[in-house]
């Protein structure tokens, strides 16, 4: 099965991360599974690549994070959308219309 390269990938990460937690908060292991199992493991994207955009996102006030116990009795960092993050969101779900249309015209 053919996979999609980090490298094609890697500017979409935040938005990826940002549209699954406009479903609400969720943790790292979580996101990385739902992002294995939407692509149907055509991107299945690396720990340290994830954790780089929680961070990313956290610096930019487009997160936040919150400490709570799971399911399983384990205390997980949960990661929650901010307004400044869905706006970010909004503003990059254009920009990727914007280059849908370039890439069309060369592929």
Known sequence: MATISSDIIRGYNDLIVLKLLLDGPSYG???AQRIKTITEEK?????TTLYSALTRLLKKSYVTSFSKEGDTGK???YYE???EGTSYYEEKCEEWVLTQDVIRRFV
């Not at 991107?43 to 720990?47: F, G, N």
């Open 29 to 31: 292991y979580e996101l």
């Open 43 to 47: 991107y299945v994207i690396q720990e």
């Open 75 to 77: 205390r997980r960092t």
């Open 81 to 83: 959308i901010t307004k």
